[in-house]
């Protein structure tokens, strides 16, 4: 069950939307017994337009997946800033997400040379980085959308606790055609995606 609220309001040239979900889980195990929890996620968005075409925007917020028993709580805080043309746009989004109470999977080789898989405790993971996002019309009937992320990530690696930061990044390409409008006869759309991303690329700390 959850229930989410949300409010509304200009504070000068500042637009504020505070909100608050709460979320409410019971798990039956199999031999007996159970959990339950309820628990609240709160969320806050500020915008204010800088200028004619830009405007700023601070967000946080908590969210947790379920409905795995080991998901996992995130507290994101971001920044948004955004140009907006009347062919092209453009967005920029600073953020730090810390996960807490993580899990990873550690993979060995033994000397007989077999693999060996174990989940190990990675506590709490740190993602810092920027993601950058362009949106425009090509022509009449195509649009493009490039996306590019590049994130920082500390956690740790080890039975021992020792802590290891890495650089992510990854990139998508969205074309789309369309011809006409939705719902009306004749109405076309074909959509292109293309992603590239690295999951890890080397120590950087």
């Known amino acids: ?35 339950s929890r309820v628990a609240p996620f ?16 601070l967000s946080y917020s908590r969210r947790i997946a379920w409905p795995d028993i080991g998901d996992l709580t995130t507290d994101a805080i971001e920044a948004r800033f955004s140009d907006g043309g009347r062919v092209h746009s453009a967005d ?11 899990f990873d999977r550690r993979i060995d080789q033994s000397g007989d040379g077999l693999l060996i898989s174990r989940p190990v405790n990675a506590g709490r993971r740190v993602d810092q980085g920027a993601e950058f996002v362009l949106r425009g ?18 956690r740790i690696v080890d039975l021992a606790g020792a802590r290891e930061r890495n650089a992510q990044y990854r990139g998508k390409l969205q074309l789309d055609y369309i011809d006409g409008k939705a719902g009306d006869p004749g109405y076309d759309q074909i959509t292109f995606n293309l992603f590239f991303g690295e999951p890890t690329n080397g120590p950087i700390n």
């Open 42 to 57: 709160p969320s806050l968005h500020i915008e204010r337009a800088l200028s004619t075409r830009f405007i700023g925007g």
């Open 1 to 35: 069950g959850a229930a989410y609220v949300t409010y509304q309001t200009m504070l000068g040239q500042w637009k504020l939307l505070p909100g608050l979900r709460v979320q409410a889980r019971d798990y039956a195990l199999d031999g007996g017994g159970g959990l």
């Open 92 to 102: 920029v989004t600073l953020y730090n997400r810390i996960t807490y109470d993580t």
């Open 137 to 154: 019309r090509i022509a009449a009937p195509l649009r493009y959308a490039l996306t590019g992320n590049l994130t920082s990530v500390s």
